[in-house]
């Protein structure tokens, strides 16, 4: 096949390889780790793409996270498909077998190579590691943010072509684009600096930036001084052997710098919103929790797993706990091993200049998410590979075909390899990708291969719980405790447990205990609220109901519990305020209707009352209560010197 013909078949192979390998994706469903807070139960997103829900997109920081462009990722996601999980996944899918595709060709238009690129791409779509990014909802940002700044890198080598404010916008936009979608891409200014060096060749500009597409391989563009040399002997074009590298030059021109100036002002901004909202949201835990010399230590370990997962990818887990120690050997070899190989990639550059690219690409897009700053409970995850992965790639697939190119049988090797590394990864791919149809499987899976995963056990609790087997949950709520007391989830939902079982004060019990270690557990002020209005205790109740509140101020159902609180109380004016407050929320709440107008009745205010159990029985004709409340009001009685029913929502 020609070059040419190459260039087109490769991407279509790419797409349905990438297709097949990860279809099943859209018969699996959502898990119940974060897909809940992103859609599943978030109020926000389960109603669709509305102008409200937009604007909700720009302002939230909910999951202790600002990435508009995601929100509105998700929002349109339940427009179309509404709450079916498989069109959720399949647009994940489509977006990974675009960003495995544009990953060709952004190569293949840097360096005018075809196989090279090809054989990053495919390492990148289909290997084992990138399945969380994929197959997990919630992380749509992963494949979304990386698909912009795909788009960033095309238009960054057309600028630096023939540099201009025009061709530049477009690059300050699609990165803009990706920081709203994910922040992790904030270190893609000091990419582009590295691209610079090489395979554009802008750090010494008698290196000619490549052109694609080419008629050979290895074909770069000439520079113009041999444009010129072309029209005055009007030659034939010949294909240019790849720069020599020790033409390279060494410091970082000043130039190179100033005109991403305003990349890097985008990348400050987005990394103090994200600390802020993540410090906000109480994601980031402090050091008191996580000492610094520990955080050094994981992430050193992290780097090097991440090599060998990479290279052995077994063990995979959606999960992974984080060490309540480090053993020494481990930290000092890690970092024996990182610094060995940088300082191999440094000394070689010029012999190699794709090692030490493809090396500290990986160094720097771990870096916002390698726990210096510990954001989550985890010490290192799968789907932080998405992007750094690439830079592996890179170095992994010039490294091999210039190897395999000082060897007779070079070529022959090279496609045995591949015969060999593209059907592996694809076969573990999608076994892997198997593990995730649900919760149950997910997490069973993770603890197999995990050891004292208090998550693990908490979450596949929950998941055993929602299909009826309340004790089996219960057992894993309690193992999660005894691996890990301080986990504020498995206290609140062995709290549930107990309160579905009638002990009460177990139940009240795990609430206080899921609060005192997350104060801002919402949903355990309300259960709490909740318990304690069962057992009539609407004064005690009333401070948790607060609490809540305040923390979700935008919660119908949390506003609704806490009038229902002070009503009881006898607080009555508070009460019709928050009624009020959630009906402005969801105006079509039978129930807040109805509990409004007894409310308003119990104020003697009977013609406000009488309209709310109207409205309460328009929307539920089949409201028993509404329609009683509404006759006493009709024939005359009256609610005054009584109590609503002291229940919760």
Request: aromatic share 12%; glycine share 8%; with cysteine.
């Amino acid at each position: 096949m020609t070059s040419r013909q190459w260039t087109l078949a490769i991407p279509l192979l790419l797409v349905l390889v990438t297709l097949a390998v990860f279809w099943q994706v859209g018969s699996h469903e959502f898990v119940n780790l974060d897909d809940e807070q992103y859609v599943t139960q978030n109020p926000h997103v389960r109603g669709g793409l509305t102008a409200g829900s937009l604007a909700w997109a720009f302002v939230s920081t909910h999951a202790s996270n600002w990435h508009p462009i995601t929100w509105i990722s998700h929002l349109l996601d339940v427009t179309f498909f509404g709450m079916d999980p498989r069109g959720h996944h399949w647009v994940s899918l489509l977006f990974h077998a675009a960003n495995s595709l544009l990953l060709f060709l952004v190569l293949h238009r840097m360096t005018a190579t075809i196989g090279k690129s090809a054989a990053v791409a495919f390492l990148f779509a289909l290997h084992p590691l990138h399945v969380e990014s994929v197959a997990w909802v919630a992380e749509r940002k992963d494949v979304l943010s990386t698909f912009f700044m795909l788009w960033t890198l095309w238009f960054y080598v057309r600028y630096a072509r023939s540099p201009s404010l025009l061709k530049g916008l477009p690059v300050l936009v699609f990165f803009a684009l990706g920081l709203l979608s994910k922040p992790m891409l904030v270190t893609l200014p000091f990419l582009l600096l590295l691209l610079d060096y090489w395979p554009l060749g802008r750090f010494d500009r008698s290196v000619p930036v490549p052109s694609g597409p080419v008629r050979e391989e290895q074909a770069v563009l000439p520079t113009k001084k041999a444009k010129k040399r072309k029209k005055q002997t009007a030659r034939p074009v010949q294909a240019a052997p790849d720069p020599e590298p020790e033409r390279q030059g060494t410091g970082i021109p000043w130039g190179l710098v100033s005109e991403k100036i305003p990349l890097f002002a985008l990348s400050a901004v987005s990394s103090v919103v994200t600390y802020a909202v993540q410090q906000g949201g109480g994601a980031m835990s402090p050091l008191d929790a996580i000492p610094l010399g520990t955080r050094l230590g994981n992430a050193l370990v992290s780097c090097v797993s991440y090599l060998f997962k990479t290279l052995f990818p077994q063990d995979l887990a959606v999960f992974y706990p984080y060490p309540s120690e480090i053993a020494a050997w481990k930290v000092v070899g890690a970092a024996a091993l990182l610094a060995a190989l940088t300082l191999l990639c440094v000394l070689f550059r010029k012999r190699f200049p794709y090692a030490l690219v493809g090396w500290f690409w990986y160094l720097g897009t771990l870096v916002p998410v390698i726990g210096i700053v510990q954001v989550g409970m985890q010490a290192m995850a799968d789907r932080y590979t998405y992007v750094p992965h690439i830079g592996l790639f890179i170095a992994a697939a010039w490294g091999v075909t210039d190897l395999a190119a000082g060897l007779p049988w070079g070529r022959k090797a090279l496609a045995a390899l591949a015969g060999v590394v593209f059907p592996a990864l694809a076969i573990l791919t999608w076994s892997q990708l198997a593990y995730w149809k649900n919760s149950t499987t997910l997490f069973e899976h993770a603890l197999r291969v995990t050891e004292r995963n208090s998550l693990a056990h908490t979450n596949l609790g929950v998941a055993l719980n929602r299909a009826g087997k309340l004790e089996e949950a219960a057992s894993h709520y309690r193992e999660a405790i005894r691996i890990n007391p301080n986990s504020s989830g498995s206290h609140f939902n062995l709290a549930n447990y107990y309160a579905s079982a009638g002990r009460k004060e177990n139940a009240l019990h795990h609430y206080r205990e899921a609060i005192r270690i997350n104060p801002r557990y919402t949903n355990a002020y309300n259960n709490l609220g909740l318990m304690l209005m069962s057992d009539r205790r609407a004064d005690e109740a009333i401070p948790y109901y607060r609490k809540a509140a305040e923390l979700e101020p935008a919660n119908a159902g949390i506003l609704y519990g806490y009038g229902i609180a002070l009503a009881a109380a006898g607080h009555l004016p508070e009460a019709v305020e928050q009624f009020n407050r959630a009906l402005a929320l969801r105006p079509n709440y039978p129930e807040a209707h109805n509990y409004l107008g007894m409310a308003l009745l119990m104020q003697g205010k009977r013609e406000e009352a009488v309209g709310h159990f109207r409205q309460a029985l328009w929307l539920k004709p089949d409201f028993t209560q509404a329609r009683r409340n509404l006759e006493q009001a009709a024939g005359g009685g009256s609610l005054r010197g009584t109590a609503p029913p002291s229940r919760g929502p």
